[in-house]
């Protein structure tokens, strides 16, 4: 069994679990799976929208991103687009194998959340996780596979960024971490 993480690099609260859910797994005894989808297209099918786009949220939304950085210790400054077209950075970590994803998606967390940096721009991403997986988000595979794990997040349950999973049982957002350890212990506890 795996912890299971859907995100996506437009997401704050995907940077904010990001952060944190490798020492969630090493914690708990369960490797973390990264799974890279497109939210944009999570919202289109279950109706939802950016908590940014409700006038009145927007203010509390920075707030409580800048209270969760600064509770975990990272550094975070809200970029100047936002929100980004994430197809180019997602497909691209889609091709990165996944025992190199997890180092990738930090570096493109970092560089959209804390760097401020165009993810848009084929030459940015491709300084950031290299020419070989930005060049092969054009691969007609590379879409088809981005495309089936953002339909699977959705069959499951998905709604937003970031979700993970355990075994079935789905959590939403970065603040049910605590949530998602307990369930990955109790997990890997039963397992041995």
């Known amino acids: 069994m795996n912890i299971e993480f859907f995100f996506d690099v437009t997401s704050p609260y995907s940077y904010l679990a990001a952060t944190q859910i490798g020492a969630v797994g090493l914690r708990s005894g369960l490797p973390v799976v990264w799974r890279p ?88 991403v491709a300084r950031i996780v290299g020419e070989g997986p930005t060049m092969a988000a054009v691969d007609p595979d590379i879409k088809d596979q981005l495309r089936a794990t953002t339909s699977e997040a959705i069959e499951r349950g998905a709604f937003g960024a970031p979700t993970i999973f355990v075994g079935e049982e789905m959590f939403f957002g970065n603040d049910r971490l605590h949530f998602v350890e307990a369930a990955a212990k109790k997990a890997a506890q039963a397992m041995v």
């Open 37 to 124: 989808f497109l939210l944009g297209g999570v919202f289109r099918a279950v109706g939802n929208q950016p908590p940014a786009a409700l006038a009145a949220r927007a203010p509390y939304l920075l707030k409580d991103l800048h209270s969760w950085a600064s509770h975990y210790g990272v550094s975070f400054a809200f970029p100047s687009v936002f929100p980004m077209n994430t197809l180019l950075s997602q497909r691209a970590l889609t091709a990165i194998p996944q025992a190199e994803r997890q180092e990738a998606a930090l570096l493109l967390f970092k560089a959209y959340w804390v760097d401020n940096h165009d993810l848009t721009r084929p030459e940015v």
